[in-house]
């Protein structure tokens, strides 16, 4: 990708800078009700949520803990996407009310592993917080208890999500022009 496919200009906006902030406040109020005295753990999935997440949880008006896992995937000999823990949780998850707070899910293969993966460590109960759904792309069934907004098959980018590193710091969501 050259520097000019890098620029601001090479990116349509999908979902605007105001949306984002409402439906997140949203989102952050909904949870502060329904988890009220419980003893919540916020679990961050790094790299994508790291935006997200920062400004979910200064929405909770909640007594919580947050902590973060990095995962990647990767493809081996058969077609289904494999994912694998690069960082782990350093929090003690036993008992706790966890929601794992998620970027963007897409073929669901991500978030189940995820919710396999923690519930191992026995929390008392497992939800998700999920920025993006492309609920057309799942291959996988998986839970998705909060979301901002559904999308179509578009490989997006901003608010965290990347291309190749790239594009995260945007302060919206949208679509890498096809070509300048
Ligand atoms: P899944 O396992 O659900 O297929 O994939 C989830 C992961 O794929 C996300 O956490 C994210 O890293 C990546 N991903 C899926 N769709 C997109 C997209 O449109 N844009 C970006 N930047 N990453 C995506
Ligand atoms: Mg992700």
């Known amino acids: 990708m050259t520097d000019r496919q890098h620029s601001y200009n090479n990116v349509d906006v999908l979902i605007s800078t105001e949306d984002i902030c409402k439906k997140v406040l949203e989102v952050g109020a909904q949870i502060s009700t329904d988890y009220a005295g419980k003893n919540v753990l916020i679990i961050a999935v790094l790299n994508g949520s790291f935006i997200f997440c920062a400004d979910l949880v200064r929405i909770l008006n909640l007594k ?3 902590d973060f896992i990095s995962v990647s995937s990767y493809i081996d000999t058969q077609t289904q996407g494999r994912v694998k823990v690069v960082s ?5 998850i036993i008992g706790k009310d966890v929601i ?3 970027d963007i899910v897409d ?3 991500t978030l ?3 919710i396999k993966e923690i519930s191992l460590k026995k929390p008392k109960s497992i939800k998700t917080c999920v920025f993006l759904d492309k609920k057309c792309a799942r291959e996988m069934e998986v839970a998705v208890d909060y979301n901002c907004f559904k999308i179509g098959n578009d490989f997006v980018v901003g608010y965290g999500l990347d291309c190749s590193g790239f594009f995260r710091h945007l302060p919206y969501v949208g679509k890498i022009k096809e070509s300048v």
């Open 64 to 66: 919580c803990k947050v």
């Open 88 to 92: 782990g949780i350093k929090e003690d």
């Open 112 to 114: 189940d592993f995820l």
């Open 107 to 109: 073929r669901g293969f």
């Open 100 to 102: 794992i707070v998620e």
